[in-house]
């Protein structure tokens, strides 16, 4: 697939299209097909970097996709390919406490898509 990927913290400069592997989803997840992408202030901090952010570059930012479910791992027949979707960019277990609560922001887990994980500055 083809990414608009950061290559180090800074500023736009460090940003560029690069060929990645396509990702392949766990059982509990599905890859999207990305029709649209927001700019969120997010993708500008994580771009910038902070102190204490560790990311495995090249990145891919991206937090606020919309698109069309690609493939379903197998445990995510719920939403079979073709399925339209916008997606949430906070991850959790979905099986802690926490989660279990619906303070899926608590879980240990918990990142934002873009931010510690890639995101959707791709196809
Ligand atoms: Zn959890």
């Not at 339209?84 to 922001?105: F, H, I, K, Q, W």
């Not at 608590?106 to 994980?117: A, K, Q, V």
Request: net charge neutral; charged share 25%; hydrophobic share 35%.
């Amino acid at each position: 697939m083809r990414a608009m990927v950061l290559t180090g913290h800074g500023g736009p400069d460090k940003l560029q299209m690069q060929e990645l592997p396509d990702p392949v989803p766990k059982a509990h997840e599905v890859r999207v097909r990305v029709k649209a992408c927001a700019l969120n202030h997010l993708d500008l901090f994580v771009r910038e970097g902070w102190p204490k952010l560790k990311l495995e570059l090249p990145h891919v930012l991206g937090s606020d996709v919309a698109g069309v479910v690609d493939l379903a791992g197998a445990e995510a027949s719920d939403l079979p390919a073709g399925t339209p979707v916008m997606v949430n960019p906070g991850v959790s277990c979905g099986a802690c406490r926490e989660c279990l609560s619906g303070r899926d922001n608590r879980c240990r887990g918990y990142h934002i898509l873009g931010e510690h994980s890639r995101g959707g500055y791709a196809q």
